[in-house]
Nanobody, 124 residues
Framework: VQLQASGGGEVQTGDSLRLSCTAS????????VGWFRQAPGKEREFVAA?????????YANDSVKGRFTISRDNAKSTVYLQMNSLKPEDTAVYYC?????????????????WGRGTLVTVSS
């Protein structure tokens, strides 16, 4: 499974961005796609994830819930992360990832395939 993330950029506080993650290769073996982010000097953290075959998406607690929305377009093998009301603390490199098997939860170690990150910078 190959993953390609795009859509990052530099925005102002309160602005919106939509990230895209397009999967290719053996996507049939991929159960879900998750978004993670890593800010400078911090550990990589879970943001949101969604399965390809239905089921409710899940989000990190509080930090993004209500502002970020994850969705998918199976026909395009693409997962989106709509980010609204962006804050400076959302500044990070955002990665999309896929588990090698089934449910992987929020632990990045549960994800086997990673795309190259896309940088999101939110200025105040």
């Amino acid at each position: 499974v190959q993953l390609q993330a795009s859509g990052g950029g530099e925005v102002q506080t309160g602005d919106s961005l939509r990230l895209s993650c397009t999967a290719s290769g053996r996507t049939s073996s991929s159960y879900a796609v998750g978004w993670f982010r890593q800010a400078p000097g911090k550990e990589r953290e879970f943001v949101a994830a969604i399965t390809w075959k239905g089921g409710a998406p899940y989000y990190a607690n509080d930090s993004v819930k209500g502002r970020f929305t994850i969705s998918r377009d199976n026909a395009k093998s693409t997962v989106y992360l709509q980010m609204n009301s962006l804050k400076p603390e959302d500044t990070a490199v955002y990665y999309c990832a896929a588990p090698g098997g089934g449910f992987a939860g929020t632990d990045p170690h549960g994800y086997s395939y990673w795309g190259r990150g896309t940088l999101v910078t939110v200025s105040s």
